[in-house]
């Protein structure tokens, strides 16, 4: 396994309730855009399902795909992540899609992790097939 580490940087966050339920839980959906540097160059694009239990804290799946590139290889491909926002940070693991790589992606696997406190966060991303 190859270990890519980078940081990605909120471009666009739109989000919006999806379903009344009794307070103080909520039920959101986030689409969203993120600049990626470091290791892989690009954007992250995709949206969020978030289940508030109140203002502090919620638990989240998202499925994001990233398009750009690493070093000479460029293409995109599909991450799966789930988390929980707590203590004001939001604490991710990420898996790559298998099979949904195109390009100079076509084989990539991995799975990664990232704890986000602010507008910019660093990643860690393991990969094969790059």
């Known amino acids: 396994m190859r270990k890519l580490t980078g940081q990605f940087e909120i471009a666009n966050w739109e989000e919006k309730s999806f379903l009344d339920v009794p307070k103080p839980l909520k039920a959101h959906e986030a689409e969203i855009s993120y600049k990626v540097s470091g290791d892989l160059d690009g954007m992250l694009n995709g949206k969020y399902i978030m289940i508030y239990l109140d203002d ?44 949904s790589g195109t390009d100079g992606f076509a084989e990539i ?22």
């Open 109 to 130: 696997t991995g799975e990664g992790r990232y704890a986000a406190t602010d507008k910019v966060v660093s990643f860690e991303l393991e990969v094969d097939g790059v």
């Open 56 to 99: 502090k804290t919620a638990q989240y799946i998202g499925a994001l795909q990233f398009t750009g590139s690493y070093g000479e290889k460029e293409g995109s491909f599909f991450v799966q992540e789930t988390g929980l926002f707590d203590n004001n940070t939001a604490n991710t693991n990420w898996s790559i899609i298998a099979g």
